[in-house]
């Protein structure tokens, strides 16, 4: 036997023992068929244009449902602040319809979102629109037939505040369902673009109309939160999973862990949870609208 035929018969030999080895120490054997194929697959979706995601229907449809409910609320909050003050003349019931706002939310903040997660998500923004147009429509026949009071008024905000509670985690649970495969941060992008310009401009709006008549602002938000109701039954979703009927309060404080073992996102919303305490200071504007004398 010479050597070339020794050579031969020794690499077989290592490559025998080493492919041995990785089998007796369970390693994996990878198929490069299925890698491929699962590269394709993520290199297939491609995000939707912002264009292309107006186009669509179902998104086009929440994006005005939402801008209609941001713009309600905005010409809500103007109004009610500037008709309590001009009824009584106090800063403390003024600062109380924000306290009253705001109540609703940090006692049903985990009910409204496992009602989120529960019903249909589409169904429960729908109901909260028409309750805040309910409201809104009593304010404004109230105010017009001059018999409304303050005690009305803070039971109205009240009532706004608890619908707006559960209106908000649906509708945002509600993008989701809606936006294409890889296409969401663009379409959450649009979504919160949209929302800031309907904050912005919505107390503008409902200052105007509270300067031609105290019950126009309330008019206006009622026209504007019953089409946001039928804009949102005009949204076609993808089927939603229902919880199950033995849901258990760990159920329902599960986003509580979630956020706690998270330090980011804790540090995000605390960040935010102070910008929105700070930039209350806001609803106090009739105060000093009404407090400026012009200089001579």
């Not at 309907?198 to 019950?215: E, K, N, R």
Request: aromatic fraction near 8%; include cysteine; proline fraction near 5%.
């Amino acid at each position: 036997m010479g050597p070339g035929s020794a050579a031969q018969h020794v690499v077989p030999r290592c490559v025998r023992g080493t492919s041995s080895l990785s089998a007796s120490w369970g390693s994996p054997t990878i198929d490069n068929s299925r890698e491929l194929r699962h590269r394709s697959r993520m290199s297939a979706i491609t995000p939707v244009g912002a264009r292309d995601l107006l186009r669509r229907g179902p998104f086009l449809f929440f994006l005005l449902s939402r801008s209609l409910s941001r713009f309600s609320s905005q010409i809500a909050a103007v109004a009610i602040g500037w008709q309590i003050y001009d009824l009584t003349g106090s800063a403390f019931d003024l600062g109380m319809i924000g306290v009253v706002q705001f109540l609703p939310t940090a006692l049903l903040v985990f009910v409204a979102g496992h009602a989120a997660d529960r019903f249909e998500r589409k169904r429960v923004v729908q109901l909260c629109q028409v309750a805040e147009a309910a409201t809104a429509l009593f304010l404004a026949v109230s105010t017009y037939a001059g018999w409304l009071n303050e005690v009305q008024i803070f039971v109205a905000t009240f009532v706004i505040g608890i619908a707006g509670a559960f209106e908000s985690p649906a509708t945002a649970a509600l993008l989701p369902l809606i936006a294409p495969r890889g296409s969401l941060q663009r379409a959450t992008a649009i979504s919160s673009g949209a929302a800031q310009v309907a904050t912005i401009t919505g107390p503008a709006l409902g200052g105007l109309a509270y300067v031609f008549a105290p019950s126009l602002p309330y008019l206006v938000i009622v026209v504007f939160w019953l089409a946001g109701a039928v804009l949102t039954g005009f949204i076609h979703t993808t089927r939603q999973e229902h919880a199950k009927e033995d849901t258990t309060a760990d159920d329902i404080y599960a986003g509580v862990r979630f956020i706690r073992n998270n330090p980011a996102i804790l540090g995000t919303i605390s960040l935010d949870l102070f910008a929105v305490l700070l930039g209350g200071v806001t609803a106090l504007l009739p105060i000093s609208a009404t407090s400026c004398r012009p200089v001579r």
